[in-house]
């Protein structure tokens, strides 16, 4: 009885999680904290994790899909620059610990929430030289986000959000159909790391990824109808309260 007890509480963190990594980002703060409480150490639940982010990109691609929101061309092109990152990030991942990072990652909320909050200038039907040369960052930006996804993942949407928000220009839906269809992708292979190392307690991760498939494809039709004044609003609190975790102010 206890062990059901416990799977429904996965399962139901699993929803919320996968809710907040696709409409925003930071749902592993909660995922990683639960399959702890399950018993697994937190390499074993930094493995585990993954299955569930794989699953539930699964399920907001497929929903951003049947809502017609999809640029499969574009995703590839940024994927094909994060895959290589986060092939390495996960072999790191599995060797070394991701502590030092917390408060380097907290500083990197703040300027996130500042970037995306901050209302952009009036779009041109042309780019400019400016946006051009700004554009071309996004690459290498997409090879250190893919990199960190591997490695440590808590929060990578934040940055692959504030990366194609900011260097892309792009509407905040969009910034959400390529992020979720980037790390779908790399997290096959850095899953197959981390599984074939044995850091992946599958039973735990298919539980956690139940619930965040419904999350997932509960968020990306959020996102969709709500627009970029919902996804703003999400953002900003998964933000927030990501850095102020990170800070440990509770």
Do not use: C
């Amino acid at each position: 009885m206890d062990n059901a007890y416990h799977y429904l509480l996965l399962f139901a963190v699993g929803v919320v999680s996968g809710f907040l990594n696709v409409m925003a980002g930071g749902g592993s703060t909660l995922a990683l904290p639960a399959l702890i409480f399950m018993g697994l150490d937190s390499g074993l639940a930094n493995g585990t994790n993954r299955v569930a982010i794989l699953i539930q990109n699964i399920f907001a691609v497929a929903s951003f899909r049947k809502l017609e929101v999809h640029a499969f061309k574009q995703s590839l092109k940024f994927t094909l620059w994060a895959l290589p990152g986060a092939i390495i990030g996960a072999i790191v991942g599995v060797t070394i610990s991701d502590a030092w990072f917390q408060r380097i990652l907290g500083v990197v909320m703040i300027g996130t929430i500042i970037t995306i909050l901050l209302p952009q200038s009036e779009k041109r039907s042309e780019p400019t030289e400016a946006d051009r040369k700004r554009e071309k960052w996004i690459y290498p930006a997409m090879f250190a986000i893919g990199f960190y996804g591997g490695f440590i993942q808590v929060s990578v949407g934040f940055l692959f959000m504030a990366a194609l928000y900011y260097l892309m220009r792009m509407n905040l839906v969009y910034v959400n159909m390529h992020k979720v269809t980037i790390v779908m992708i790399y997290m096959v292979p850095a899953l197959a790391i981390y599984a074939f190392t044995g850091n992946v307690d599958w039973l735990l991760g298919l539980i956690l990824g139940a619930g965040s498939a419904v999350g997932g494809w509960w968020a990306a039709h959020a996102s969709v109808k709500g627009g970029e004044k919902i996804i703003r609003m999400a953002l900003a609190v998964a933000i927030f309260i990501m850095a102020l975790k990170l800070f440990e102010v509770f």
